[in-house]
């Protein structure tokens, strides 16, 4: 029987990231979604929209105008950093590829659930992380909605900050029998002759569903309120900052294959649990039936 291996140690070659510079970032964050975001939302028109790899791979005037605002906010911040943002990516597929080797890196997803985001769907968010020596060292994910943030810096725990202040620590959801267990997984990103097997596989939990947003899904695992997420592709913008939040809330996260994930990493199954028993309980049903 395969076991998970443990996580790789958190990088620990920078180690900025002070309480001022962690407000100045979620400011940043703040002032690109009532700038660029939320003045588009419910206004995105046909003219606003533009498809990428997929007809349903979209890009927005909002995706474009934050990027743009965050960029420029963080090479300020990080005049040495390598900036990888999700739209810069798509028009120079070269910048993902020195990621790996960067001493310091900015991962931005500026509107993350673009198709939520185009259509109405008060389900996306935007996503920041930070990494170092190949290992994520922070990680934010705010929700231009409710004006709110899941925040985590490696081995300080992950916390919900409310647009008061408030903070309140995470914690991932107990472990529990598969069959009461509800989880994420979007069956179609996944190949085509793998979705049925997979559909089947998936009658031995309570319940599973997709909502096309790492952001809320992310949100939903860190706070306890899903069990378990299984991604079919690897794109750091949407897992770099995540996979720290819900490491820091007490989960437990590797490849299918027991590999730990970093966030150069463009291909594997990203599976994520309450903790590493859970983690092989639901990994051997979704791999062996």
């Not at 790789?8 to 990231?17: N, T």
């Not at 990621?99 to 931005?108: E, M, P």
């Not at 592709?233 to 996979?243: F, I, M, R, S, T």
Request: charged fraction near 20%; include cysteine; proline fraction near 6%.
């Amino acid at each position: 029987m395969m076991r998970a291996v443990k996580a790789a140690e958190p990088a620990r070659g920078f180690s900025g990231i002070s309480d001022s510079l962690f407000a100045a970032l979620m400011q940043n964050m703040r002032e690109a979604a009532e700038a660029e975001i939320l003045p588009r939302f419910l206004g995105v028109t046909a003219k606003g929209i533009r498809t990428k790899t997929a007809p349903d791979d979209l890009v927005t005037d909002a995706d474009i105008g934050a990027e743009r605002r965050l960029t420029e906010a963080f090479s300020a911040r990080f005049p040495k950093a390598l900036l990888v943002g999700e739209e810069a990516v798509s028009a120079d597929p070269s910048i993902l590829s020195r990621l790996a080797d960067a001493d310091l890196a900015v991962i931005i997803d500026p509107v993350d659930g673009t198709w939520n985001f185009a259509h109405g769907v008060p389900l996306f968010g935007m996503i920041v992380a930070i990494v170092s020596g190949g290992q994520t060292v922070a990680g934010l994910i705010h929700y231009p909605v409710t004006g709110d943030f899941l925040a985590a810096r490696q081995g300080e725990g992950a916390w919900h900050i409310a647009r008061n202040g408030i903070e309140t620590r995470l914690s991932v959801a107990p472990p529990s029998p598969l069959g009461e267990m509800h989880g994420f997984v979007p069956l179609q990103m996944f190949p085509a002759e793998d979705q049925p097997v997979y559909a089947q596989r998936l009658l031995r939990f309570a319940r599973t569903t997709t909502w096309r947003c790492s952001a809320h899904e992310y949100r939903m695992v860190a706070t306890g309120a899903m069990s378990f997420s299984l991604n079919a592709e690897l794109k750091p913008w949407d897992h770099a900052a995540g996979v720290l939040i819900h490491r820091e809330a007490g989960g437990y996260g590797a490849l299918l294959t027991g590999e730990a994930y970093r966030p150069a990493m463009s291909v594997g199954r990203l599976l994520l649990a309450p903790d590493a028993e859970s983690w092989e309980a639901i990994r051997r049903v979704l791999s062996e039936g």
